[in-house]
């Protein structure tokens, strides 16, 4: 008996060891050119699991990372200018970020997590912030339109 609890707790304790490892972590870098185009987070669309990590990366100068939109709940964040910055995803849902210094070329971003649950407010966000968009007004739109 004693055996078969020591067995169990260890068990328990390996898949919660386990699931602390299987927390991802992603770099997207910011780029001022790709062969996406020019003034670009990279990857620009990036899907993940709610738990994980992701590092904007100032590959190139002059960039940062700053949250636009997220779910209800969700953690934001507000990146220095050519500084990393960390976020943990933890809310399922889409989130929107920009480049402050590059927000009127386009230089936008998409993270989702699970299901998609606030998409519809995400694509009106996105009409509404890509009209001030002086080139790659439908970058964000078409972002958007590959989780669907
Ligand atoms: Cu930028």
Redesign the pocket.
């Known amino acids: 008996m004693k055996l078969s609890i020591k067995f169990f707790s260890t068990l328990l304790l390996t898949c919660l060891a386990l699931s602390q490892v299987n927390a991802a972590e992603y770099e997207v870098k910011?780029l001022n050119a790709s062969e996406n185009g020019n003034?670009v987070f990279e990857p620009a669309v990036l899907q993940v699991e709610v738990g994980d990590t992701v590092t904007f990366v100032p590959t190139d100068p002059?960039?940062d990372s700053i949250s636009v939109l997220a779910p209800p709940g969700a953690n934001t964040w507000h990146g220095q200018r050519d500084q990393s910055v960390s976020v943990t995803i933890n809310k399922e849902g889409v989130y929107i970020y920009k480049?402050a210094?590059?927000y009127y070329y386009g230089?936008v971003g998409v993270i989702h997590a699970g299901k998609p649950v606030n998409l519809t407010e995400a694509q009106q966000a996105a009409r509404e912030i890509s009209s001030k968009f002086l080139m790659n007004k439908d970058r964000l739109i078409s972002y958007l339109d590959q989780l669907k």
Request: overall charge neutral; aromatic content about 0%; charged content about 0%.
């Open positions: 910011m003034m002059i960039h480049c210094p590059h230089m």
